[in-house]
């Protein structure tokens, strides 16, 4: 399963575009790139999931180079409510999830 | 709102005791997974589900923990003569495998339930 590394922690302000990468170098060919929020006390919540290139959704875009050596998760206009833990995983999806310990995103007034 | 549901959502308990939590996939989804989330980690798995089948079980399940999912639907986890540390968040997701077209399944947590053992 590859190995994913991701900044502990980011700051932001609201309205600020937030790009959170994700490093994956050992990524495999069948592997997608999928990346969820958490909430304080809630589960995770899947945000958007992509093979390569660009993925937009009503939520956030995901950019992947053509290595897919690593991912880009794209916030625009954060707002307060945006402050959580953000985590990049990578897989086949026909297994388990493996979490690292995320990115916590702050953001402020 | 057809969500993963969790109960209870909090559960206080002293060591030794066993404790038992429910959790109900999305009706359509056939795969069924528990997690368990400690302070400042990020969740890791403990087993999983496909219909009534535990087809997989991490080495962090240990012989005190037990899973279930009789007829496919709901499943429970057991924990007996809990300790100390198993104090965290147990969350369950669910998935529908077999998609076509390439797409990997999604898994969709439930609010997970809060264990705490004094």
């Known amino acids: 399963l590859a190995k994913t590394t991701q900044p502990i922690s980011m700051d932001s302000y609201e309205g600020q575009e937030v790009n959170i990468t994700c490093s994956h170098n050992?990524?495999?060919?069948?592997?997608?790139i999928t990346w969820y929020q958490q909430f304080p006390s809630q589960g995770p919540r899947f945000i958007i999931q992509?093979?390569?290139t660009k993925v937009t959704n009503e939520v956030a875009s995901l950019f992947i180079p053509a290595d897919r050596k690593s991912s880009t998760l794209s916030l625009p206009r954060v707002s307060l409510s945006d402050t959580a833990v953000y985590y990049c995983?990578?897989?086949?999806?026909?297994?388990?999830?493996?979490f690292g310990k995320g990115t916590m995103l702050l953001v402020s007034p | 709102d057809t969500g993963v549901s969790q109960n209870p959502r909090h559960k206080i308990t002293k060591r030794g005791q066993n404790v038992t939590f429910r959790c109900d996939p999305i009706?359509?989804?056939?795969?069924l997974y528990w997690y368990r989330q400690t302070l400042g980690q990020g969740p890791e798995f403990l087993t999983y589900?496909?219909?009534?089948?535990?087809?997989?079980k991490s080495r962090l399940l240990s012989d005190r923990f037990s899973a279930e999912r009789p007829k496919g639907s709901f499943s429970t986890l057991e924990i007996q003569r809990t300790e100390q540390g198993d104090s965290a968040m147990y969350l369950c997701?669910?998935?529908?495998?077999?998609?076509?077209?390439?797409?990997?399944?999604?898994?969709?947590f439930g609010p997970g339930t809060r264990l705490l053992v004094l």
């Open positions: 997701a669910s998935s529908r495998s077999g998609t076509s077209g390439g797409a990997r399944e999604t898994q969709y």
């Open positions: 050992n990524i495999a060919t069948n592997d997608y």
């Open positions: 992509g093979y390569k």
């Open positions: 995983l990578v897989g086949d999806g026909y297994s388990t999830l493996t």
């Open positions: 009706s359509e989804h056939n795969r």
């Open positions: 589900f496909q219909n009534e089948a535990q087809l997989e």
